[in-house]
């Protein structure tokens, strides 16, 4: 049977063109992997009358992917998942037209300190406002939120990677000198704590930001500080050409300035994609790599006004795997 589908469009709208003629998948954004019990239900009723076989896929990037519909309803598909769309937050050009510029991926983050001990900020929060700020888009970029130095979400794999750092506030009348945080830091972080007639000392340059001293702490006489701050990691990816870690760019941040970068990167992207990108989509890296890093810098940097604390790294050189560089291997 013939079929007249425009498959560049509705990979564009976020539906995915399976190995099985004329079956694909419908791709649902959840920004933060955090979302309300009732949208299941959502999601289950759609896999339940489109689906040919019922499955649903969680994705990698914490939405869903209900699979084995027909490219054919995908037009009705489009309509029903508009309730889901509207409960989750997502922002629309226009409603019922589903997720109409997709290459900005769902951004992902871990659980966050809604439950864990060690996270220092509301990642899914976090994730909702950027997602806010950059969604609709269909530059390819990804971005993920992590709650502390443990990158529990792999934040470093992407172009932008938002580590949650404290300030760790310390009030010496309730220390007792017991040393667990000293030894929590030291088997679990940096080393930064020692301890000095009694009391503990903190080696500010070399302290990352973590928390582990509040964690360990039986008194609180350690603390987080009220303020949050970010670490700013950027240009990690992952794929076939050159596979590398994401760099630190900023420490000790904040999350305004945080998304005034990234929403200047998308500009920075407008200007010196190439023009023969397929579907516009090129990683961010590559354009760096091509254009210089001090280029990027001023078009990231353009009316962001860093906080005194905040550290910036000057010049970034990223390392990886180059898979055309056979120097290294064996013959």
């Not at 933060?32 to 896999?47: H, N, T």
């Not at 769902?106 to 864990?116: H, K, L």
């Not at 305004?256 to 090129?282: D, G, L, W």
């Not at 962001?304 to 790294?313: A, Q, S």
Request: positive net charge.
């Amino acid at each position: 049977m013939a079929m007249d589908i425009n498959t560049k469009k509705i990979k564009r709208n976020a539906f995915r063109v399976s190995k099985k003629r004329g079956y694909g998948a419908c791709r649902i954004r959840v920004p933060g992997g955090y979302l309300d019990s009732k949208v299941l239900g959502m999601v289950q009723e759609i896999a339940d009358k489109y689906s040919a076989t019922g499955k649903i896929h969680l994705t990698t990037r914490q939405g869903f992917e209900i699979e084995d519909i027909r490219l054919t309803d995908i037009p009705e598909i489009t309509r029903a998942i508009q309730p889901i769309i509207e409960a989750v937050g997502i922002n629309q050009k226009d409603p019922y037209t589903g997720y109409t510029e997709s290459g900005t991926r769902n951004i992902s983050a871990c659980i966050g300190n809604n439950v864990c001990p060690f996270a220092n900020y509301n990642t899914s929060a976090l994730a909702r406002k950027i997602d806010k700020a950059i969604f609709p888009n269909d530059l390819h970029f990804k971005v993920a939120c992590t709650g502390c130095s443990n990158d529990c979400a792999k934040v470093r794999m992407h172009d932008f990677g938002i580590i949650g750092m404290t300030m760790p506030q310390y009030d010496p009348t309730r220390c007792i000198s017991c040393e667990a945080c000293v030894k929590g830091c030291k088997s679990l972080s940096v080393g930064a704590l020692s301890i000095n007639n009694y009391k503990i000392v903190r080696d500010t340059e070399k302290c990352i930001g973590c928390g582990v001293c509040v964690t360990k702490c039986p008194t609180r006489a350690w603390t987080r500080s009220q303020k949050k701050y970010y670490k700013l990691t950027i240009m990690g990816r992952t794929g076939k050409k050159n596979p590398r870690l994401g760099q630190d760019w900023l420490v000790w941040a904040d999350e305004e300035n945080i998304i005034k970068i990234i929403c200047n990167t998308y500009r920075f992207v407008e200007q010196y994609i190439s023009p023969n990108a397929p579907a516009r989509k090129e990683h961010i890296g590559y354009i760096i790599d091509r254009v210089g890093f001090e280029e990027y810098k001023k078009w990231a940097l353009e009316g962001v006004e860093l906080m005194p604390e905040t550290i910036m790294k000057k010049c970034i050189y990223w390392n990886g795997i180059h898979f055309t560089d056979k120097s290294a291997w064996t013959d």
